[in-house]
């Protein structure tokens, strides 16, 4: 069963709006991480947070900010004021008992728009 | 910050061909490595957790004789996809995690295009 779900596929915007990226997760264990991926088109991932599922605060880098809430087993992904660089796949992970075996979702495809 | 080599960046093989990947720790030892794979438009699909002087650890649906994963020293896991065809062909990426496991990090990924 597929253990994080984000379910948008593709989204466009345009550049100076604001896209919020869903990720929804199931999990039995109560230790647990969350990270956030963006994958440019060169491929490489790289790293934008990683969240263990004890620390439930919200969190703001930049114009990137992540709303965790244990209650509803989500982990969302807002960028605000969308700029042409932020277009990438953007891929939301899980490992459970924090051994570093991710299980990713199916990304989201964002297109900022000039 | 730490990095994590993956060479080479791409590849392009005959069929029924061996094709072996690189993915290095640069600056820190690790004992755990694992390999992901990607097909175009698709998610990264874990193959296996490759452990440092041990055998690695496939995960279901993957063929360990096709897929060969040596993990000889702290700092360096190799894939190797025998007998290639073209359904091998897809984005291979490794990751990394330090000695304690607080961190992780990805290669850069190797393109492999299977004629």
């Known amino acids: 069963a597929q253990k994080v779900t984000q379910a948008q596929t593709e989204i466009s915007v345009v550049e100076k709006e604001d896209v919020t990226l869903d990720c929804v997760y199931e999990?039995?264990?109560?230790?647990?991480?969350l990270f956030w991926y963006k994958q440019p088109p060169s491929g490489e991932l790289v790293f934008l947070i990683r969240r263990n599922s004890f620390d439930e605060q919200n969190e703001i880098s930049g114009r990137y900010s992540w709303n965790f809430q244990k209650s509803t087993s989500s982990f969302n992904f807002t960028i605000t004021a969308s700029q042409v660089v932020d277009s990438a796949v953007y891929f939301c992970a899980l490992s459970e008992h924090g051994n570093n075996r991710l299980a990713f979702g199916k990304g989201n495809q964002v297109v900022v728009i000039p | 910050g730490a990095v994590v080599s993956q060479h080479p960046s791409r590849v392009i093989c005959k069929s029924g061909t061996s094709v072996k990947i690189e993915c290095r720790s640069l600056?820190?030892?690790?004992?755990?490595m694992f390999w992901y794979r990607q097909f175009p438009k698709k998610s990264l699909m874990l193959m296996a957790t490759s452990n440092e002087g041990s055998k690695a650890t496939y995960e279901q649906g993957v063929e360990k004789d096709k897929f060969l994963i040596n993990h000889a020293s702290l700092t360096l896991s190799t894939l190797t996809v025998t007998s290639a065809h073209p359904e091998d062909s897809s984005f291979y990426i490794c990751s990394a995690a330090d000695r304690g496991g607080e961190k992780l990090f990805f290669g850069s990924g190797t393109q492999l295009s299977v004629l």
């Open positions: 999990t039995r264990d109560t230790t647990y991480y």
């Open positions: 600056d820190f030892q690790a004992t755990t």
